[in-house]
């Protein structure tokens, strides 16, 4: 299905009017056969149910969907199906936060890129050294140079007895170790910009949500974007929300839509191509509310995304380094930079990019995580086409996309079974009984996880976090010497991860303690440990 839509309201919204329209050149590229069999084809290969695409030239929006958003019953994917856009969801936040600098006057407290956020949450922003914490910025938190490693697996979801709320998730900041020293290392950390809207709800006396409906998505006419998955339904718009999928041995699977609230900020956006589209033209366009000085704010980079580069540092092609803005990837294709942002959840893949010297962006969504690794192609394609890159050095990307996600596919189903195997043959090699592990253990920062027997063999159950896990173990040696594998309960559970695993005994021959390596930045053999919680097994 294609849609045009030209935003002739937007153009006279518009702080900047000397458009730059490409005309057929790249909105026809979307309707050229070539471009929808190769579409199409490239669904397969990357498993991916449901597609939509929509291109912005100047203050033009044309889009068009392939596949079905539904797969049972059997619904056409359209420019309108809505889409969980993961971490796309980011630049909505910096621009939130860079509407409460522009507009410091309107709140008690006055807020600047290098304010500090202990300044400005002097309760709630304590880090785990007071160095860091007298350290971190505004700037800091939105471009993932706070020295806070992920930490994503401590967050506790709404089914958890005591879930998290964003003022709880800050609160906890103090009870999580930093890895870097704060402004010297690109960390990508969802949790600060749960943080940051903690901010924007502190200072604006408003939640989040409203604060965005009112000074972002109604000004630009963008009705069908969401602040989480029960506003679509409560919306009305349900029947156009898509399902997320993913692909285990030679189907597909559904999952659920996530309702993550304890994921504001970073993520828990649901929207649609043609209604995203047109924050991309604002964007580009400096419309009201974004004027020049917030659209600088936010694309200027602020942090290497290379480990061992500067922002002064340049690559082969003698282009700066990749680097991270507040909430926007920049990063340069065959010469031109490109200001960018991806995301990837369970059942859900997003992209988008804007191309300063040509007006040109676009926005790609489709409903499984396959979608990150197309719309990657898609972009560049786009690219491709409005560079006039020559037909001879186009393909090659794809190629080597496609090739490295089977083999990916593959090694994943490799390891899976010989995981299991393993698992198999080490049941039985315990000298203690099964019984003495298990119960309820607990860390300051990562609450609690209950260890739990399950098919003959020991399991550590983190499904009331954020991310809804467990861990299988497999006893390696002594008894304490386990080998982890972290399966996420929502998505493929074929996909797991290796990490170690020690209990700790006490003289009278009783589990005390728990260490499991959960955050891989703090070192490859770093355990956080957690104690066991009495009268509670």
């Keep these: 299905m294609l849609t045009l839509v030209t935003i002739g309201t937007f153009a006279s919204m518009s702080n900047e009017m000397d458009f730059l329209s490409h005309g057929l050149n790249v909105m026809s590229w979307l309707d050229e056969p070539a471009t929808i069999s190769r579409i199409k084809n490239l669904m397969n290969d990357f498993h991916v149910p449901g597609l939509a695409v929509a291109i912005v030239d100047g203050s033009e929006i044309r889009s068009r969907a392939f596949g079905y958003a539904s797969l049972d019953p059997q619904t056409p994917c359209t420019p309108d199906t809505v889409f969980d856009i993961a971490s796309c969801s980011k630049a909505l936040t910096s621009l939130a936060v860079a509407l409460l600098v522009e507009n410091e006057h309107e709140f008690s407290t006055k807020v600047q890129w290098d304010s500090l956020m202990s300044s400005l949450l002097p309760d709630d922003f304590v880090l785990s050294t007071a160095e860091a914490t007298n350290m971190v910025t505004v700037e800091d938190v939105l471009s993932h140079r706070t020295g806070l490693p992920s930490h994503d697996l401590s967050i506790l979801s709404i089914e958890s007895k005591h879930p998290d709320t964003v003022r709880s998730i800050t609160r906890n900041l103090r009870h999580l ?53 029960a506003q679509v339904w409560a919306s009305g718009q349900g029947d156009r929300f898509s399902t997320p999928y993913f692909f285990h041995d030679g189907k597909y699977h559904h999952t659920c839509h996530q309702d993550t609230p304890q994921g504001q900020g970073a993520g828990s956006i649901q929207s649609s191509v043609n209604d995203y589209a047109k924050f991309i033209c604002a964007m580009m366009n400096r419309m009201d509310p974004i004027t020049r000085p917030i659209y600088e704010s936010v694309t200027t980079p602020r942090i290497s995304r290379t480990p061992g580069k500067t922002l002064e540092d340049r690559g082969k092609d003698g282009s700066p380094e990749a680097s991270y803005a507040l909430g926007w990837d920049v990063k340069h294709y065959r010469g031109a930079k490109i200001i960018a942002h991806d995301g990837i959840i369970a059942g859900y893949g997003s992209r988008m990019f804007m191309l300063p010297s040509q ?22 394609s786009i690219l491709d ?51 003495a592990y298990q119960g309820s253990f607990w860390n300051i920062g990562y609450r609690t996880l209950i260890v739990r027997e399950m098919d003959g063999c020991l399991c550590v159950d983190g499904r ?63 355990l956080i440990w957690f104690s066991r919680e009495e009268g509670r097994e």
């Design 177 to 229: 170790a930093v890895s870097k020293e704060p402004k010297t290392t690109y960390q990508y950390s969802n949790m600060m910009y749960t943080v940051a809207t903690h901010l924007i709800e502190t200072l604006s006396q408003q939640s989040f949500s409203h604060f965005l409906r009112e000074r972002i998505l109604r000004p630009l006419g963008m009705t069908s974007t969401f602040t989480g998955s």
């Design 359 to 380: 007006n040109i962006g676009a926005v790609i969504l489709g409903n499984s995580e396959g979608a990150f690794h197309l719309s990657a192609i898609i972009q560049n």
């Design 385 to 435: 086409q409005v560079l006039e890159t020559p037909f001879d050095q186009r393909g090659g990307f794809a190629n080597s996309r496609v090739k490295r996600f089977k083999a990916q596919e593959a090694r994943r189903e490799k390891n899976f079974k010989r995981n299991f195997e393993r698992r198999e043959q080490a049941k039985g090699t315990l000298q203690v009984d099964m019984e």
């Design 464 to 526: 009331d976090h954020n991310i809804s896990f467990i861990v299988l173990l497999e006893h390696v040696a002594d008894n304490t010497i386990f080998r982890g594998y972290l399966v996420e309960i929502i998505g493929d559970e074929s996909d797991e991860e290796v990490l170690p695993v020690r209990f700790k005994f006490d003289t009278e021959g009783k589990v005390i303690a728990v260490g499991l390596g959960l955050e891989k930045a703090l070192g490859s053999d770093h």
